[in-house]
């Protein structure tokens, strides 16, 4: 079976967590629905949620809490 | 000048303006920047370039560690901030001091105390400018925190005595308001800032936003008049004037008088913004706050004085006396700067960071467009979205307006959104062009002409 990706919607700085002091939004082993956030993209200074896709179980981040990324740049596996 | 290197601690556009002045000021220049600011227009045109970190801020242009380095590595014996970033933060400025460089911008504690807003507030009123109504000072007994809000009368702002730009303000409309949101308040500023100190200010309802820039050597001042930007979105302003587009002269003098005062009561040295709210039904007008740097609306007042406030603030914050008397500071016409922005207005402002595919910037008499784009250049997402400014001067106000359609129009930027679209419908509105209008106009005004804001009129 093919690797499902949640892909990052627009280039920026990506967060796993909703703000410092909180907790990620989700963990590797999480299970994820369709609209699940499971991170937040800053662009020029605004909040924009990464919603998933696709179904699945979290198997791997790709992209690091706090990493500089591209637009359609992998951010999650899903299993 | 006893300082022959500056470095810039700052990007985008003002770090272009600062490079500019130190050259026109015979000064080689050192940019620092992140990783994605790499081919950035400050980089290429500055003396020498030195990497500081990765993309993100934290890492980089709020890096003091990197930055000191920098600076000792090139040599560079001086360090403007520009404005943002590490601009008003007291420890940055007394740590560049403390490695025995030229600090472009007042003195730590003179940014402590007026980044302290109860202090500031404390200091205006020493100096006689008045202020909003509300606590003397810091307010942490709810009785005395009741009977102040029942004195100046509801509703009234909780503020964070730390705060700012708009962060950590709280609005009660009466005593169980007031009650349940003061703990909240002091929990929040706490955590935001570091400390839960609060006190109170009377809501002004309609106000407009008017600010004047001072000019001081550590030991005199000067006012070089006001700006008015009363045309603000979510706190943040869009479209700026020099002169104020309704103060009258009686007023304009009050007012100057007074950021005078106080600039000279802390023993100001650099350049300074008082800002105020004006009341134009009352007459009244109030302190609000000092910004202890220069600002990205400062061209209106060069264009409306023809000084040259970033070489000024350079010159005295090297230890030279301030150049000019107050007297040989006039006011010659009428100035407008608007912020063109990567962000969409007909979607809700969103940010649009892309690659400049090509570039018209508008000229003629009068016309001035401060920016750090070039055909090619790759906008970052991880700033803010600032492109550049576009600065008209004409002989009055009305004319000014009609400048800056006609800028607008010639105005070009492919690949990317920009707000242009927002400033040539504001040019044409007839309120804007009475000049009446206040700090909570343009918000209404934009969900009224959400329809209007997509379509860009290019065509002559």
Redesign the interface.
Known sequence: MMTKQILSP????FYRRPSP?QPNFKEVGDTVAVGDVIGLI?????FNEVQADQAGTLTAFVADD?E?VMAGQPLAELG | MAITKLLVANRGEIAVRIIRAARELGLKTVQVHSS?DAESLAVRMADEAVLIG???ASKSYLNIANILKAAADTGADAVHPGYGFLAENADFADAVQAASLCWIGPKGDAIRQMGDKVAARMAAQAAGVPVVPGSDGRIDDPDLARSVAQEIGFPVMIKAAAGGGGRGIRIAHDIEELDRLLPQASAEAK?AFGDGGLYLEKVIERARHIEVQILGDGTRAIHLFERECSLQRRRQKVWEEAPSALLPQAMREKLCASAVALAEAVGYRGAGTLEYLYDDTTGHFYFIEMNTRIQVEHPVTEMITGIDLVRAMIRVCAGEALPFRQQDIRLSGHSIEVRIC??DPAKNF??G?GTVTDLIVPGGGGVRFDTMLYPGYQVP?????LLGKLIVWDENRAAAITRMARALQELQVGGLPTTKPLHQLLARDPDVQAGNFHTRWLEPWLEQNAHRLGTQENDA
């Open positions: 627009l280039p920026g700085t002091d800053e662009v020029m200074k605004s706090e500089p | 994605a990765p993309p993100m955590s990567a962000e969103q940010p960071p997402p991880f700033y803010d979205s």
